[in-house]
């Protein structure tokens, strides 16, 4: 009767919490989805929050206060992306311990306001409150002019795209958690500066070429099997073809393929295009220099399946992505 | 150089993140109302932020769960109301310790989305991360289809008005803190379910009544002071008139008057009405359940006054209010 969070495990909560929550009044997609879809006359709105806790996301030592404002923003940002639409508006809220440096407190909030700032949007207020821990959490109002890209939209035949590279920023953070190392400075600096892709997720929603999309960050693997659960759809991965971070090459291939399958906290995009579509998607992201690669193809039945090279089955790494409360 | 958030104080802090963040872009106001107004064509946007965090703003025993879920919306709704908008929807972060009971979370949220459900918004997603302290963070988007009300507008001549009646709230927590007690029954009860008030607040800004606005959340005494800081204008208040909560009679009449002064959390509103709009604001909130008391008058200069039934100036109680990092 009192089973703890942790032992419910993160999956069985969440599915619970989206029962107890149904979308509602003006809301048309509600919790389960990146963003909150609002509809709205025109433009439809988009609502997501997101929190960043000392000790669970970050430790002070790995990264610049203004660094570690900026990433709220982006994690956040990152959500408006998935759905395709831009940031307007957001706000956020700080609990700090008392001891914490004020020009700290100040270079976190001037981190918000320029990662805001850099997409278009504006940081518009906020709440401090006295904590043990320090926490930033954002909520980001955004707005979907072409219409809201969503999780469930995928169908069998669909073709499976991911933007950039994956697994430089999950190397990046074993790095942190290890001590400093030159030698994977760049995935480190890729954990630091996660980079919302506005750009590549409005330009799928204004010529409506993603049927379903999410935003990479508890890894490929969950956030693909999320993707195929809310379009009721199955999915096939070629590993090959996973596009790996440069800063991987140095590691033996398994582990940098598992970095690059199950990492977390690329903040790229994953999204399934109609078959017919493929060649409008190549003429659309071309010039905005972000590469986006196949990777595979979304089937009938239910789960992500991964494939050789010769399209052979593989199972995957033991321990895929990051839950708060286990379980999965 | 590297001086504490608590050492530089809350009022400092706040000021110095103002400068770091103007209004700009969509936003109107920025950082320093009660809620961001973000422009949009037709009707105006409203966007919030605030936390409840363990051990700072409840203890787990002081109320259940779904009270606790509540809370978190309406100290949020509270805001909304303070710019005479309404609620559209809300995103709710919760950070909590593993040990947790599901049951307890699950009512947490079914308590944010009751509460949601009861002011015409919605729930409408959110996010569940480990941590060591439980909060309840609350981000909400409201509209002012009427125009918004800000703290800004009062002007020399003004009336000053109070809903409700004060300190039963300061009454509550104060009795909590202690332990149970039967005598102060009432007194909890307010403490434990704030009531944002929105029909007021909407009434206000419909009929263009209030000039200024801004919710008591740590003490009419305070809250006057920010009012009157954003206005640029001083206000005289009668402590005589204050509406005290009849949970306070049983206690000595200094004490009351010092609850209901500077004991928060009373989520009343107090406005500034234009001498010529006084009588219009009576027609206006009758029939609305909800008194409404003069207490005062905006002035030229600075700061509020305390005066006594014979207009003879009063000290302010010492320690007057809440502050989260001290310093005022």
Chains 1, 2 share one sequence.
Do not use: K
């Not at 509809?39 to 669970?56: C, M, N, S």
């Not at 759809?233 to 291939?253: F, M, T, W």
């Not at 998607?281 to 196949?294: D, E, F, I, K, S």
């Amino acid at each position: 009767m009192r089973e703890s969070v942790a032992a419910r495990g993160e999956r069985t909560l969440l599915e619970e919490i989206r029962r107890l929550v149904p979308a509602a009044g003006p809301v048309l997609w509600g919790p389960g989805d990146d963003a909150a879809l609002l509809a709205r006359r025109r433009h439809p709105l988009l609502l997501t929050t997101d929190a960043l806790v000392e000790g669970v996301h970050f430790r002070r030592g790995w990264l610049s206060p203004h660094a570690l404002g900026r990433r709220a923003f982006a994690v956040n940002a990152s959500d408006v992306a998935a759905m395709g639409g831009r940031p307007l508006a957001a706000v956020l809220a700080i609990t700090a311990p008392s001891a914490l440096p004020a020009v700290d407190l100040r270079a976190m909030v001037a981190g918000v306001r320029d990662a805001a700032r850099a997409a278009g949007a504006a940081l518009a207020g906020g709440n401090l409150a006295r904590a043990r821990e320090l926490s930033l959490t954002v909520a980001l109002l955004g707005e979907a002019p072409a219409g809201a890209i969503g999780r469930a939209g995928g169908r069998p035949g669909d073709r499976l795209f991911v933007t950039g590279a994956l697994g430089a920023a999950a190397l990046g953070l074993r790095t942190l958690r290890r001590g400093p190392s030159i030698a994977a400075g760049e995935a480190v600096r890729r954990w630091r500066h996660p980079v919302a892709r506005l750009d590549v997720g409005a330009v799928l929603a204004r010529r409506r070429l993603a049927a379903a999309m999410i935003d990479l960050s508890d890894g490929l693997l969950i956030d693909a099997e999320r993707l195929c659960a809310a379009s009721g759809v199955g999915a096939e991965v070629r590993l090959d073809r996973l596009p790996q971070a440069r800063a991987l090459a140095p590691l033996p291939p398994a582990r940098a393929r598992a970095l690059a399958l199950a990492g977390g906290e690329d903040y790229e995009l994953l999204f399934a295009v109609r078959p017919a579509r493929v060649a409008a998607l190549g003429r659309a992201v071309r010039g905005l220099g972000c590469p986006v690669t196949a990777i595979g193809t979304l089937t009938r039945g239910r789960g992500v399946r991964l494939l050789d090279a010769r399209g052979r089955p593989v199972r995957p790494p033991a321990r895929a992505g990051f839950g708060h409360f286990g379980g999965r």
